[in-house]
């Protein structure tokens, strides 16, 4: 059984950051990407970044220049590091894996970020 657990959520103040991991539970698998997303209440996930295998990265245009996606292969682990944060930047943040032909999603950590 995969699973994915977040961490490194918090309060911070606009202009602050923080750090957020996602650990898979299982090592020695293939990754085909993972990838972050953020849900406010009311209003439906979105991808915030993402990695694929080959070391592609995603965006979306509000985080660009501000956020970096990363992977320790050798902790199982993906990160993102969230710089120069803003109040809307707060949101439920979720991990998600793709392993062959199978999406994981973790179970979310919350980002505050205060004015």
């Known amino acids: 059984q995969v699973q994915l657990v977040e961490s490194g959520g918090g309060l911070v103040q606009a202009g602050g950051s923080l750090r957020l991991s996602c650990l898979v539970s299982q090592s020695r698998f293939n990754i085909y990407l993972m990838a972050w997303h953020r849900q406010v209440p009311g209003k439906r996930r979105e991808q915030v970044a993402l990695?694929?295998?080959?070391?592609?990265?995603n965006y979306a245009d509000s985080v660009r220049d501000r956020f970096t996606i990363s992977m320790d292969n050798a902790r199982n682990t993906a990160y993102l590091e969230m710089n120069n944060l803003k109040p809307e930047d707060t949101g439920a943040y979720y991990c998600?894996?793709?392993?062959?032909?199978?999406?994981?999603w973790g179970r979310g950590t919350q980002v505050t970020v205060s004015s």
């Open positions: 990695i694929t295998s080959i070391g592609r990265t």
């Open positions: 998600r894996s793709i392993l062959g032909a199978t999406e994981y």
